[in-house]
């Protein structure tokens, strides 16, 4: 499913939705809404997958940088992301309900525009 800004793709195993993954592009930014893979097809490369098809389709709209927000208890998840070149970015305290719980904010900039240079107060 696509329109103007949307991105959703969905993997199916004949007429079963075994995973899919959306998010949305903006101004050159792009957030990733979520990724997820049926209990019974995950460890098989699916996630990674996904992940790979919707970066290659966001990098066609010429976006500069993907964000997400992850539970940061969520390591399956967290290693997914870096896997994929996605780096710790911030947290968002107590972001998440049910149960309460921080989220971690990660990123992949893919035109190094979230590299900071260290500041010398000498010049
Ligand atoms: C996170 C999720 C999408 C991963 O899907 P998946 O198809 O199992 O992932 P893959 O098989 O492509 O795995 C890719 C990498 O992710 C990491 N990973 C996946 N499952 C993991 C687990 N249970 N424990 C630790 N690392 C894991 C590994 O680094 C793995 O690489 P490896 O197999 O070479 O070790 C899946 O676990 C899921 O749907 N979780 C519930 C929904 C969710 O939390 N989504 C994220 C919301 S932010």
Redesign the pocket.
Known sequence: MKNQFSDFFGAFCGEELA?YIGGRTIAGETEIF?????PK?????????LIEKFIETVREKETEQIF????AS????I??Y??NGFAFFGIRKDYYDDPKENAILMHLAFDGSMEYEEWDDEE
């Open positions: 995973g979520n990724v997820a893979v049926a097809f995950r460890r098989n490369g699916l996630g990674k997958a997400l927000e992850v539970r969520n390591l399956p998840a290693n997914l870096e896997k």
